[in-house]
Nanobody, 124 residues
Framework: QVQLVESGGGLVQAGGSLRLSCAAS????????MGWFRQVPGTEREFVAS????????LYADSAKGRFTISRDNAKNTLYLQMNSLKPEDTAVYYC?????????????????WGQGSQVAVSS
């Protein structure tokens, strides 16, 4: 099992940037596909981006393409999400998650390990 702790959320104006980090503990991190999800209260958890253990493959939701970049540093056991050109509709709690196998499954149910979430608020 992998323990995950997100950080880096906060309040930012529209058009601004934030970088989320997810610190992982446990030997599985470097062999796990990792993803970022977000959730607004009262709605379903939504896929944002995922990355393979090797960083060779990544996948983005349409809402994130061109604005967000997912990356990882296996030596530091850390996952990142660089978010640029933020919009008010990006406001949500952001979660990092880990799974074995392919990055191309975007369902939250496919992910085994979850962090506690980090709040991102974008003001207009």
């Amino acid at each position: 099992q992998v323990q995950l702790v997100e950080s880096g959320g906060g309040l930012v104006q529209a058009g601004g940037s934030l970088r989320l980090s997810c610190a992982a503990s446990g030997r599985k991190f470097s062999s796990s596909a990792m993803g970022w999800f977000r959730q607004v209260p009262g709605t379903e958890r939504e896929f944002v981006a995922s990355i393979a253990w090797s960083s060779i493959e990544s996948l983005y939701a349409d809402s994130a393409k061109g604005r967000f970049t997912i990356s990882r540093d296996n030596a530091k056991n850390t996952l990142y999400l660089q978010m640029n050109s933020l919009k008010p509709e990006d406001t949500a709690v952001y979660y990092c998650a880990g799974k074995s196998g392919t990055v191309y499954i975007t369902s939250p149910q496919a992910y085994d390990d979850w962090g506690q979430g980090s709040q991102v608020a974008v003001s207009s």
